[in-house]
């Protein structure tokens, strides 16, 4: 046999909190042959990103390696130059972040980043760096493949960012690529064309791929063998088949049996007046309409959530209720009462009634502050809370959220996990005292473990303060758990509306239908299947490449 593209043995990497060195990973073995794809799942704080990054002998800031030996196409890395790292990293091995939106440069084009490897390495001209982009964007379905590069960071969705990121990592057809949570923010309908388009190249260039994800679903179909992990350690390693149809030990079977979490079904609130309600809204960017008419209302301790794919107008609809874009046409009624069009003429007890939780935390929580002073904030600007009082009330949130405050009130955002910078962001919203928040993926970059728990204390919270949530999704499975009601939407319409049972049993609208069948299951045929099914029914355009 040939020796394998990727072979690490005994590998040890360590972090520091505090100014005290702790084990992140503990003495871990990976192998990884050209073509193979090797799937990475397990819990926030596993080490999954940590081991993917160790492949090209990289650690983030506060980590080292400490032992072990890390062998890329027979050459031992942590005996390699800086120098000859760099000429290595983004040209034979490259990295798929799962933040694109904290990854891109927003000063510069997005074509202009795409070129800057393959130039600046002599992989290609610019002009042929330029084309290639263009082809690439083609591939992984980017709208306008020829002109899209030409847009800034800003202009476009986190989801099409997620694919020009992709089709960046490609650029010098590298031989090995580490897929870090590369659909997070993706749609379920775009998901299948984007897995479809990687699964693709990864084949037709014998590329060797690490997936990471918190999504097993989507793991199935992509990996031929799959790793768990926990805690820096290995708990059990086999191919994809066994592993999702025979997992041996009691950790990956907990991780197979999550999102057993079903909010209770309340009884509909037709007879009161809605706290909010988005009228006969109409709404856009330039000259185009994103919100053509659409009317949906939420009541007191409901959840709305709102689904459709990327660009459907889920995100613009937000702004329109918090006042961020005024609409053409409508309006936004809270208790009864119209709200300003502009939040610039919004009271500050307006603003304060209508918060927001985002989907990324990373980008959403200010790194420079202490968590103090970022749940602190509006505690003083809607509130006049000062000194002591204000001290309290921090930590009660802290409390809330169930994150012990001596631990976590001095710390920075980058000294916390995914989960518990979310639970932040959630502390943050609470501290105005709102009637409404309006989550925006809050769930979608967290894996299944912690989302559960995202979701159980959001539910916990509701029944508490009787909050009303406008729950922004592309995920069905979190739909089901946590919704009463449910908003479809599709090119800036409401196709569907209603109570969640309703919605989801049948027969139901054609795109809702598509939505539904977009979902991946653990089968690892499934993502086959759904092809075959909607080729056979041109259903779906192929995505297979020539």
């Not at 520091?16 to 990976?30: A, Q």
């Not at 990854?103 to 760096?129: C, M, T, Y």
């Not at 479809?488 to 509306?497: A, D, K, S």
């Not at 209603?498 to 993502?527: A, I, N, Q």
Request: negative net charge; contains cysteine.
């Amino acid at each position: 046999m040939s020796e394998p593209l990727l072979d690490i043995r005994n590998l040890l990497i360590d972090g520091e909190s505090d100014e005290v060195w702790h084990e992140i990973i503990k003495g871990l073995d990976l192998t990884l042959n050209r073509g193979e794809v090797l799937g990475l799942i397990g819990e926030s704080g596993a080490g999954k990103s940590t081991l993917g990054l160790a492949a090209m002998n990289f650690v983030r800031p506060g980590c080292r390696i400490r032992g072990g030996t890390i062998r890329f196409d027979g050459e031992e890395l942590t005996q390699q130059s800086e120098t000859t790292l760099r000429k290595l990293r983004g040209v034979r091995i490259a990295y798929v972040a799962q933040s694109a939106a904290a990854s891109f440069n927003p000063a510069h084009q997005l074509i202009d980043q795409f070129s800057e490897i393959p130039v600046v390495h002599g992989v290609k001209s610019r002009q042929q760096a330029e084309t290639d982009a263009k082809q690439l964007y083609r591939r992984v379905l980017l709208p306008d493949p020829d002109g899209i590069g030409y847009r800034y960071p800003h202009q476009v969705s986190g989801g099409q960012l997620q694919r020009a990121m992709t089709a960046m990592a490609l650029s010098c057809r590298p031989d090995l690529i580490i897929f870090d949570e590369p659909t997070t923010a993706l749609d379920v309908t775009t998901q299948i064309e984007v897995l479809t388009t990687i699964r693709d190249i990864v084949r037709e260039f014998n590329t060797a791929a690490i997936y990471i994800s918190h999504d097993l679903a989507v793991v199935a179909q992509m990996a031929d063998r799959i790793m768990v992990l926990r805690y820096g350690n290995l708990v059990e390693e086999a191919p994809t088949r066994q592993m999702m149809t025979d997992p041996q030990m009691d950790y990956t079977k907990s991780l197979w049996a999550v999102r057993s979490f079903k909010k209770e079904t309340e009884i509909a609130h037709s007879e009161t007046t809605a706290l909010v309600k988005v009228n006969h809204v109409t709404a856009g960017y330039g000259n185009i309409d994103v919100l053509k008419n659409i009317t949906f209302e939420i009541h007191r301790g409901q959840t709305v959530a709102v689904v459709g794919e990327s660009g459907s107008g889920k995100s613009t609809a937000a702004r329109v209720i918090t006042g961020l874009l005024a609409p053409r046409e409508g309006d936004i009624q809270f208790n009864g009462r119209p709200l300003p069009k502009d939040y610039r003429s919004r009271n500050r007890d307006q603003l304060r009634h209508a918060q927001m939780i985002y989907q990324m935390a990373d980008t959403a929580l200010n790194p420079r502050q202490r968590i103090r002073n970022i749940i602190g904030r509006p505690l003083g600007f809607y509130l006049g809370l000062k000194g002591p009082k204000r001290e309290q009330r921090i930590r009660e949130l802290l409390s809330l959220i169930e994150l012990e405050p001596d631990v976590f009130i001095d710390r920075y955002p980058d000294e916390l996990s995914g989960g518990q910078k979310q639970r932040i962001s959630i502390a943050r919203a609470l501290a105005a005292e709102p009637e409404f928040i309006i989550c925006d993926e809050v769930t979608s970059a967290l894996d299944q473990l912690v989302a559960e728990g995202i979701l159980r204390l959001l539910d916990s919270l509701q029944r508490e303060f009787d909050l009303a949530y406008m729950f922004i999704t592309h995920d069905l499975a979190t739909v089901r758990a946590i919704a009463d009601n449910v908003v479809v939407m599709l090119q800036g319409e409401i196709v569907e509306q209603g109570r969640k049972d309703e919605v989801f049993t049948p027969p139901h609208h054609e795109y809702t239908e598509l939505l539904l069948s977009s979902v991946p299951e653990m089968d690892p045929d499934w993502l086959n299947d759904l092809i075959a099914y909607r080729e056979r029914h041109g259903a779906m355009e192929s995505t297979s490449i020539s």
